[in-house]
């Protein structure tokens, strides 16, 4: 079983839209959560990591920690065409190795 | 600083032979990290490396995939034979351990024919 699930696998919101993205954990010893962006051609880049509970705001990127459900989400608000990208969920426990969901394709539609 | 760095960006390699990849980490880091990518499986991790001992070493990829860090700032990943379903994009990646950020350098494609 995927110990790191997310959803939906696909996203189109027009341009300007609010984007939101979603993770679950199915192990309740992660405790550090980040969400990666991959552009097309290029290597994933670290967007935000969240450790505590409740909302975590980076400009137009908020992050929101649930730990009692395992919930992790990512709204994008404004959302530009430059935030067409593949978003990855990943966690990890203590010091260990970091734990990757599968990935949403965002598309912002001009 | 220097990200991470990988060469070849592209390779093209005939089905049974032996190709090998390579990866510079982030100067100072003691993690280094190999994942193939395709859409279907998504992040695969194929090896770990912390401080240059290797930690983990993705089983189904035992066979025919062989990482190796051989010193601090330069890793390797040997396939050998190469097959079609080999075809896929890998990353090199790496972080300066515990909770920290993972850097991912820009990855290889390798199409197997």
């Known amino acids: 079983q995927q110990k790191v699930q997310q959803s939906p696998e696909s996203l189109s919101v027009p341009e300007g839209g609010m984007a939101s993205l979603n993770c679950t954990s199915s192990?309740?010893?992660?405790?550090y959560f980040w969400w990666y962006r991959q552009h097309s051609g290029e290597g994933p880049k670290a967007l935000m990591s969240i450790f505590s509970d409740g909302d975590k705001k980076e400009g137009r990127f908020t992050a929101h920690l649930n730990k009692a459900s395992l919930h992790v989400s990512l709204h994008i608000r404004d959302s530009q065409p430059s935030d067409s990208a593949l978003y990855f969920c990943?966690?990890?426990?203590?010091?260990?190795?970091?734990?990757f969901g599968k990935g949403t394709q965002l598309i912002i539609q001009p | 600083d220097a990200g991470v760095t990988q060469t070849p960006r592209h390779e093209v390699a005939e089905k049974g032979q032996t190709i090998i990849l390579k990866c510079e980490p982030v100067?100072?880091?003691?993690?280094l990290f190999w994942y193939r990518q395709t859409k279907i499986q998504g992040l695969e991790l194929l090896s770990y490396f912390r401080s240059k001992s290797l930690m983990e070493d993705g089983g189904a990829f035992k066979d025919r995939f062989k990482a190796e860090m051989l010193n601090s700032s330069f890793s390797t990943l040997k396939i050998q034979p190469t097959e079609p379903k080999d075809s896929a994009v890998y990353l090199c990646a790496s972080s300066q351990g515990g909770a920290e950020t993972l850097y991912f350098g820009s990855g290889t494609r390798l199409t197997v024919l």
């Open positions: 100067s100072g880091h003691n993690d």
């Open positions: 990943a966690a990890r426990e203590g010091a260990d190795r970091l734990t």
């Open positions: 192990d309740r010893n992660f405790q």
